[in-house]
């Protein structure tokens, strides 16, 4: 399946998921990447994270940072059938960045924060 035939099926059903699949698709597939996705592929997961109430009350407990994993797992679901092995393999580790190294996530002090940008900028 091509990646303008996925999004277009999403699109319809959920256009926020569509919208993070068609970014995160597009970065993992760019011939040479840069280091980390750009603020608009960013800001369209984050998006859609909000969209699913992966934030909730904005409290990021280890419950909240459980439901931005289930939701970023969502993403890579939808984009499994456009992207290879290896492609899904990166998708999933920069997602997975993403939801737990972004936002800080230890299970044993939950200190977390909310924005993949502000993790982004304070390598």
């Not at 890579?76 to 996530?105: F, P």
Request: proline share 2%.
């Amino acid at each position: 399946m091509r990646k303008e035939e996925l999004i277009k099926q999403l699109q319809e059903h959920e256009p926020l998921l569509a919208n993070a699949v068609s970014h995160m698709v597009e970065y993992i597939q760019d011939r040479y990447p840069a280091a980390y996705p750009s603020r608009v592929q960013t800001e369209a997961v984050n998006d859609y994270l909000r969209s699913v109430y992966a934030d909730r009350d904005g409290n990021m407990s280890e419950l909240n940072c459980e439901h931005r994993r289930i939701a970023s797992q969502k993403i890579t679901i939808a984009a499994i059938r456009v992207l290879n092995s290896r492609q899904l393999d990166r998708l999933q580790d920069v997602l997975e960045s993403h939801t737990t190294g972004s936002i800080i996530c230890r299970r044993e002090d939950v200190g977390c924060t909310a924005d993949f940008l502000f993790w982004l900028y304070h390598l």
